[in-house]
């Protein structure tokens, strides 16, 4: 099946700093989510993105899909931003089944 | 509010128990989800339900089982065949889950369980 690769798996800045985060992808995909895990679980759907790039205030995603891969930025990171971000993919032969990442842990200092 | 509702938060299961957790959704979504995430890992399916009286087995549905009656409700039952349940578990919905639809999932806010 698919399988998907998120990096860095940890990753610590301070308040202000911008980061990138990276998903890779075996296969081709129909369908690719980011979401935001805060400290207590509660998950947050960011960017439904399976091509093309978008914007939401600070945060942006692009999906190149030929090369299998998409990228989050995060600009003038504040502690709130602090949490685990998820990739998930729903390949083309995953019957609607969203394959997840192992996410990538930030921490924001203050 | 529209969401998605699980109950409890917290829950402890004794050897040999059955417990059930609860999803409701107000969304007026057809496909309801529920995740397994253990600490530091990603989530994985348990058991998915596309429409109502219809559900289909995920990567993890040994020890599992679930019902899906109402359109609005999708309970998991822990069965005392689940040997390791501790873990945090998540419900999810989305509109539709069909090749044309887009499968944006939303969550409910987690069942966390331990084994007394």
């Known amino acids: 099946g698919i399988q998907v690769e998120q990096s860095p798996p940890d990753l610590i800045l301070q308040e202000g700093a911008n980061s990138t985060l990276r998903c890779n992808f075996s296969?081709?995909?129909?369908?690719l989510q980011w979401f935001h895990q805060n400290p207590w679980g509660q998950l947050i759907n960011l960017f439904y993105i399976p091509s093309g790039t978008k914007q939401n205030g600070r945060l942006s995603a692009t999906t190149v899909a030929t090369e299998r891969y998409s990228l989050l930025y995060i600009s003038s990171s504040q502690t709130t931003d602090s949490g685990v971000y998820f990739c998930?993919?729903?390949?083309?032969?995953?019957?609607?089944?969203?394959?997840w990442g192992a996410g990538t842990k930030l921490i924001i200092k203050p | 509010d529209g969401g998605i509702t699980q109950s409890p938060k917290y829950l402890f299961r004794k050897e040999g128990q059955n417990v059930t957790l609860s999803c409701e959704q107000n969304l007026n979504h057809d496909a309801m989800y529920w995740y397994r995430q253990d600490p530091g890992q990603g989530l994985r399916l348990i058991y998915y339900s596309q429409i109502v009286n219809d559900f289909q087995k995920g990567d993890i549905a040994e020890g599992y089982s679930v019902s899906r009656e109402k359109k609005e409700s999708f309970p998991l039952t822990v069965t005392s065949a689940q040997k390791n349940p501790t873990a945090f578990y998540l419900c999810?919905?989305?509109?539709?889950?069909?090749?044309?639809?887009?499968?944006?999932?939303?969550f409910g806010a987690g069942t966390r369980l331990s084994v007394l």
């Open positions: 998930a993919v729903e390949g083309e032969d995953s019957n609607y089944q969203l394959i």
């Open positions: 296969d081709s995909v129909n369908n």
């Open positions: 999810a919905s989305s509109r539709s889950s069909g090749i044309l639809a887009k499968n944006i999932q939303y």
